[in-house]
C-alpha cells in the first residue's frame, strides 16, 4: 500500500470521531475563538476571516492534514476553503483542531480569497485536548497554548495582514516536521 494512501487513511480514522455535527459548527467555533483571549479582540478589528471547525491531522513520517472552512467578509459569508497540509519529519499520531485566520485588511483578504494561497513551517505538540504549539511561515510567527475549546486561551497578532489562531479538539500528535498549507477559496455562489 502506497504511503499516500496509509496517510490518507490514518487522516480519515481520526477525522472520524471528531465529524459530527451539531447546531452549527461554524458559529460553536465562532463562538469559542471570541471568548479565547486575545482572538476575539480581532473580531472587532478585522477586516475579514476563514474558519475552519475541524482540521484532521495524521502522520507517520510523512503527514497530512485537511479541513473545510468557511470565508467572512466585513461579518458577511463570502465563499468556501479547504486547507491541505503536507509535512515530512518526525512525527506520529493524530488530532483535530479549530483554526481562524483573520485578515486584518482587504489587501490580506484578496490575497487570501485570490484562489490558492500557501503558507508553513511548523512545529507543535498536542496531547489530549491540551496543546502547545509554536509556528514560524509566511504568514507570520505565533505561540500559544490552550486546554481545549472550552477553556481555550489564545496569544497573537498581525503579521502581513493575517493572524492565524488554532484550538485542539483532541488527539495525540509528536511532531518535528517540515511542510506547508496550501488553501483554496471558493466564492459563494
Known amino acids: 500500500m502506497s504511503i499516500m494512501i496509509r496517510v490518507s487513511l490514518v487522516l480519515l480514522l481520526f477525522a472520524l470521531p471528531f465529524s459530527s455535527s451539531w447546531a452549527d459548527k461554524y458559529e460553536d467555533t465562532i463562538k469559542t475563538f471570541s ?38 467578509e466585513q461579518g458577511e459569508y463570502v465563499g468556501d476553503t479547504t486547507m491541505t497540509q503536507v509535512t515530512i519529519g518526525f512525527q506520529l499520531g493524530g488530532q483535530a483542531f479549530s483554526q481562524i485566520i483573520f485578515f486584518e485588511d482587504k489587501r490580506a483578504f484578496d490575497e487570501f480569497t485570490s484562489g490558492s494561497f500557501e503558507f508553513g513551517a511548523q512545529a507543535n505538540a ?8 509554536a509556528s514560524a511561515s509566511t504568514a507570520g510567527s505565533s505561540a500559544g ?3 481545549g475549546k472550552n477553556d481555550a486561551s489564545t496569544v497573537g497578532k498581525y503579521y502581513k495582514g493575517m493572524a492565524v489562531f488554532t484550538v485542539a479538539k483532541g488527539g495525540l500528535m509528536y511532531e518535528a516536521s517540515i511542510g506547508g498549507q496550501e488553501y483554496k477559496y471558493t466564492p459563494k455562489k
Do not use: L, Q
Open 126 to 133: 498536542v496531547v489530549i485536548t491540551a496543546g502547545a504549539s
Open 145 to 147: 497554548a490552550s486546554a
Open 35 to 72: 471568548g479565547a483571549g486575545e482572538s476575539g479582540d480581532f473580531f472587532e478589528h478585522c477586516y475579514g476571516y476563514a474558519v475552519f471547525p475541524t482540521i484532521g491531522k495524521g502522520g507517520i513520517g510523512i503527514g497530512g492534514a485537511h479541513g473545510s472552512g468557511k470565508v467572512y
